[in-house]
């Protein structure tokens, strides 16, 4: 059994629990052990760097410094920006050596040496784990499901560090979602913003944005929408039930996390719990194959 470093951070403890459920469920099924980081700190997306870069860099270091001080090599974050503040971190003191003293001194004792590869969702089942052994543990299929692949303007675009995949038009969810027995369609919104936090202080701004993706989801023969960010799932599902009460739009478009997927056509019991949080069910989308 292969083991990663797993940063499970504030959402998928709280707010996003059912993304951890069937991420957990679904490399236990690849046979791969999630390692948590002990003593694991908040990294401070999406507010530390903006009250101070220093913060901003401290905060995913000392995360960084812990996952090195237990042998981890891997690091595994699921958030999109929690994946982003500590790429940006460990790139940073990775090209400035005035910046790693700096912030190895707020972190001290720790002390982080840079042996840590920084790594998301789709990196780790597309890299680390593979078509081949995802294969091997597939037990169904997903039916051709039609879903647009929603990356959120995050997971491709940390600022000063390579990307995984091509920033506009990445590709990397679209071959794992065939992989499973899903129909990825071509969009063109798959890298624009969801609004983000503004879901929190500008109801509208972020409702506003999100109705052009469901448009254009809908536009394009989606059934459902997928993603690999709690806050970027938690707007796309959410803003849908505002619409429905405020203007009285009525969108249906399920908004599966990436893991739900791959869990499923695992084999992987997820239970009915899985879906509760949901605003929008999407057991009809899922019972037209089988798979609720």
């Known amino acids: 059994m292969r083991s990663i470093g797993y940063y499970k951070s504030c959402s998928l403890h709280a707010s996003s629990k059912d993304y951890s459920h069937s991420m957990e469920s679904a490399f236990a099924a690849l046979e791969t052990e999630l390692v948590t980081i002990q003593d694991w700190n908040c990294c401070g997306a999406s507010s530390a760097h903006a009250t101070s870069e ?6 995913p270091a000392r ?3 812990l996952a090195e001080q237990q042998g981890l090599t891997t690091l595994l974050v699921p958030c999109s920006a929690c994946y982003s503040r500590m790429l940006q971190a460990a790139e940073k003191m990775r090209l400035d050596d005035h910046v790693a003293r700096e912030v190895n001194e707020v972190i001290q004792p720790l002390r982080y040496l840079g042996t840590v590869q920084v790594k998301n969702i789709l990196e780790i089942l597309a890299g680390d784990i593979g078509a081949g052994e995802i294969l091997r543990a597939k037990r169904r299929d997903l039916g051709g499901m039609r879903v647009v692949c929603y990356y959120g ?13 091509d920033r506009e038009n990445p590709q990397t969810m679209e071959r794992l979602l065939r992989l499973l027995g899903a129909e990825p369609i071509d969009w063109p919104y798959k890298t624009d913003c969801c609004g983000a936090g503004f879901s929190l202080s500008e109801e509208a701004f972020s409702t506003q944005l999100c109705e052009k993706l469901y448009d254009m989801a809908q536009r394009v023969g989606a059934e459902a929408l997928v993603a690999t960010c709690p806050l970027c799932q938690t707007n796309l599902d959410l803003n849908q039930d505002r619409l429905r009460r405020e203007k009285g739009i009525q969108f249906n478009l399920p908004v599966f ?14 239970g009915r719990k899985q879906w509760r949080t949901h605003f929008v069910d999407p057991k009809e989308v899922l019972g037209r194959r089988a798979l609720s």
């Open 54 to 59: 220093l913060l901003g860099l401290a905060l």
């Open 63 to 65: 995360n960084l410094a």
């Open 153 to 165: 303007c995050y997971l491709t675009r940390t600022p000063r560090a390579p990307s995984f995949d």
């Open 257 to 270: 996390y990436i893991t739900d997927l791959l869990g499923l056509a695992l084999g992987c019991k997820l």
